[in-house]
């Protein structure tokens, strides 16, 4: 990253950019309008090859309703292997293009090239008010720390590609992923958020490291709060599937979080497991909480009060 900082130029209408990374990338156009620019694809995390190609188009779009924008046109990034029958990439590219749809985007185009292993996301352009942006290092002291959904869907999509769980944990965990981050995200920003992220590769304590740094402030997290999909638990305490990615978590962010809970060690791992198309962290101002959370329930989204920010630096769990 560093080359590519030394090379960006200086332009007072890139608002977000990488000399201050967040989800994605915004540059202003008018007073109050932003485009929003980010990309990502994932490897198949379910067996179904369209639930898969709707899981990568929600994963990608969630950096921009993390920022609390709205998608407007995407491309489609795929890496499928040559020998790949035309029915299963047809059913991915549908998978996506259904959930693009339903956010009142569209495909106007996209990019495929062979690899080995089946790829399959987008790169996303949204628009979002330049003074309503949703930030990593929008969070304060006195805000309410708010996740909105359940933990555990990257441990048990590597349950499921061993065969470890049941099929009624796995659909759960599916839905789970399928589940856009859109409403989350408007009602956030009638909140009046200004600290967010969504939860993915970092998993909730990696995530909520990266925010609490960026604000300079501490988030203390109450674990007993925390829900978790069906059967992500008893797999945590097996510890027979974890990705490899939670212990390159654990090694990486470790240092910056200190438990004051007496948990096992299976559950701190959960907290440092990745996230596939997980929920969005957002610090919540006190007064609108409330508003906030019966926001979601109205809309049948799950929300659950996790925490607050405090003054202090890093990530505190307690029981």
């Known amino acids: 990253m560093e080359p ?48 898969w190609g709707a899981i990568a188009a929600n994963n990608s779009m969630s950096d921009v309703y993390a920022m609390g ?4 046109i995407v491309l489609n990034l795929a890496g499928f292997p040559k020998d790949m029958p035309v029915e299963i990439s047809r059913k991915v590219i549908e998978g996506g293009l ?92 009638r909140a009046n958020v200004a600290g967010g992220t969504d939860i993915t590769g970092f998993a909730l304590l990696g995530h909520a490291v990266e925010m609490a740094d960026a604000a300079s402030v501490r988030f203390r997290i109450r674990y007993r709060t925390i829900e978790f999909l069906p059967e992500a638990l008893s797999e945590a305490q097996k510890g027979s599937h974890w990705p490899t990615k939670t212990f390159e978590n654990q090694d990486h962010f470790s240092s910056r979080v200190e438990f004051q809970a007496a948990l096992s060690e299976f559950e701190k791992l959960l907290l440092y497991s990745p996230e596939t198309s997980g929920g969005l962290l957002l610090a919540v101002p006190e007064d609108a909480v409330n508003a906030f959370l019966n926001d979601l329930k109205k809309a049948g989204q799950a929300a659950f009060a996790i925490g607050q920010v405090e003054e202090g630096t890093g990530v505190v769990v307690e029981g």
């Open 4 to 51: 590519l900082l030394a090379m960006q130029s200086v332009d007072p209408k890139l608002l977000i950019g990488l000399d201050h990374p967040d989800d994605a990338a915004v540059y202003q156009i008018t007073e109050d309008t932003a485009l929003v620019f980010t990309a990502d694809f994932i490897t198949p995390v379910v067996d179904d090859a369209y639930t």
């Open 69 to 72: 924008g709205t998608p407007l």
């Open 98 to 189: 259904s959930q693009v749809k339903e956010a009142g985007g569209l495909v106007v185009g996209g990019h495929t090239v062979e690899d080995e292993e089946p790829k399959f996301g987008l790169a996303v352009i949204g628009t979002v008010n330049p003074n309503r942006i949703i930030r990593k290092s929008g969070a304060r002291p006195g805000d309410v720390l708010v996740l909105t959904k359940k933990l555990g869907s990257g441990l048990l999509a590597k349950c499921g590609k061993n065969s470890a769980i049941s099929k009624e944990a796995l659909d759960k965990a599916a839905a789970s992923m399928l589940q856009s981050n859109r409403v989350a995200s408007q009602s956030a920003v």
